[in-house]
């Protein structure tokens, strides 16, 4: 129920919007308030292709430190805000640039691979980005016999699965979804014997085994409109059930985990979009050299469909 204060919150958010000339981009693990309040709501590979052609003069990006880092790398013209400037992604930092520097020397030959949840300097040492939505394609078209795969290790697992590629894995993973368990599929399986079950590559793969689809976010959105889906369990961060019931009246959503929640997606909240907003801060920036090598791989990602 929105009350009085929360209205004229969301009334203050779109009058500024305009006057800033502004577009509001929300990840789908975001508050459903949030969302709703937003101009797109999407995975990282949709909301960058936004950031990308947007003409508005400012990106308010609802989302984690990467992803408007990676809206800054596309368009260093425009103001990129985060409402909450310490929201990051623990997956992101299990990696540094250096880091990534000392294993390629390891592996000079190799072609390196880079989620697209991992900091603009790793970026700016990666050859192509990718999401969990074209992570296999990207793999697909890569000539080369040796690469290396950063940081999420369950994803490049799920890659491996499905490309037969061989490729190093580093050793990082998603504390939001490694949360999702074998144990917690197989009792929403006994409690919902219809359903149909879709997860997230992030998901270890003893979860992914059990499930009928391992899907992006954006993925796992078109197959829960899929005209043959009642109920469907869902394995990933719980906030995309707000959307998916939203879209889907009628249609029964089972969260895999209630434990299943990104603590960084969930530091913006209403106000701070609208402090943003006002105060024009935080503001999310790149040094240019590494905007530059950055912008590269993330070129690459972009231009695989
Ligand atoms: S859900 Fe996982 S990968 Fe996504 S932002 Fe949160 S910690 Fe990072």
Redesign the pocket.
């Given at each position: 129920m929105i009350n009085r204060r929360d209205n004229s919150m969301e009334e203050r958010i779109l009058k500024l919007k305009q006057e800033r000339n502004a577009v509001i981009l929300a990840?789908n693990?975001q508050y459903g308030e949030v969302q709703d309040i937003a101009d797109y709501v999407g995975d990282s590979l949709e909301l960058s292709r936004i950031a990308a052609r947007t003409d508005a003069d400012v990106i308010v990006f609802c989302?984690?430190h990467?992803m408007a880092e990676t809206a800054f790398i596309l368009s260093p013209e425009k103001t990129v805000l985060l409402p909450d400037a310490g929201a990051?992604?623990?997956?992101?930092d299990m990696i540094t640039a250096e880091q990534l520097r000392q294993k390629k020397m390891e592996l000079p030959g190799a072609t390196v691979v880079t989620y697209v949840?991992s900091t603009a300097e790793v970026k700016a040492e990666s050859d192509y980005c990718c999401t969990s939505a074209n992570g296999v394609k990207v793999v697909t078209q890569i000539d080369n016999e040796e690469i290396l795969f950063v940081p999420?290790q369950f994803l490049g697992k799920f890659i491996i699965s499905r490309t037969g590629r061989e490729m190093t894995l580093w050793p990082g993973y998603?504390?939001?979804?490694v949360n999702i368990s074998p144990e917690d599929i197989n009792r929403c399986k006994r409690d919902y014997p219809g359903a149909k079950i879709v997860v997230h590559p992030?998901c270890r793969p003893e979860v992914i085994a059990l499930a009928d689809e391992a899907l992006s976010t954006s993925g796992i959105i078109r197959y829960a409109g899929r005209a043959d889906i009642r109920e469907l369990i869902v394995g990933t961060?719980v906030e995309i059930l707000h959307r998916l019931k939203k879209e889907n009246p009628g249609k029964k959503f089972i969260p895999a985990s209630e434990k299943a929640i990104?603590?960084?997606?969930k530091l913006i909240t209403l106000d701070k979009v609208l402090k943003s907003l006002e105060t024009m801060t935080p503001e999310v920036k790149v040094p240019e050299e590494i905007r530059v090598k950055a912008k590269a791989a993330v070129d690459r990602m972009l231009e695989i469909v």
């Amino acid at each position: 129920m929105i009350n009085r204060r929360d209205n004229s919150m969301e009334e203050r958010i779109l009058k500024l919007k305009q006057e800033r000339n502004a577009v509001i981009l929300a990840h789908n693990y975001q508050y459903g308030e949030v969302q709703d309040i937003a101009d797109y709501v999407g995975d990282s590979l949709e909301l960058s292709r936004i950031a990308a052609r947007t003409d508005a003069d400012v990106i308010v990006f609802c989302g984690v430190h990467f992803m408007a880092e990676t809206a800054f790398i596309l368009s260093p013209e425009k103001t990129v805000l985060l409402p909450d400037a310490g929201a990051g992604c623990p997956m992101a930092d299990m990696i540094t640039a250096e880091q990534l520097r000392q294993k390629k020397m390891e592996l000079p030959g190799a072609t390196v691979v880079t989620y697209v949840n991992s900091t603009a300097e790793v970026k700016a040492e990666s050859d192509y980005c990718c999401t969990s939505a074209n992570g296999v394609k990207v793999v697909t078209q890569i000539d080369n016999e040796e690469i290396l795969f950063v940081p999420d290790q369950f994803l490049g697992k799920f890659i491996i699965s499905r490309t037969g590629r061989e490729m190093t894995l580093w050793p990082g993973y998603c504390p939001t979804h490694v949360n999702i368990s074998p144990e917690d599929i197989n009792r929403c399986k006994r409690d919902y014997p219809g359903a149909k079950i879709v997860v997230h590559p992030e998901c270890r793969p003893e979860v992914i085994a059990l499930a009928d689809e391992a899907l992006s976010t954006s993925g796992i959105i078109r197959y829960a409109g899929r005209a043959d889906i009642r109920e469907l369990i869902v394995g990933t961060e719980v906030e995309i059930l707000h959307r998916l019931k939203k879209e889907n009246p009628g249609k029964k959503f089972i969260p895999a985990s209630e434990k299943a929640i990104c603590p960084d997606m969930k530091l913006i909240t209403l106000d701070k979009v609208l402090k943003s907003l006002e105060t024009m801060t935080p503001e999310v920036k790149v040094p240019e050299e590494i905007r530059v090598k950055a912008k590269a791989a993330v070129d690459r990602m972009l231009e695989i469909v």
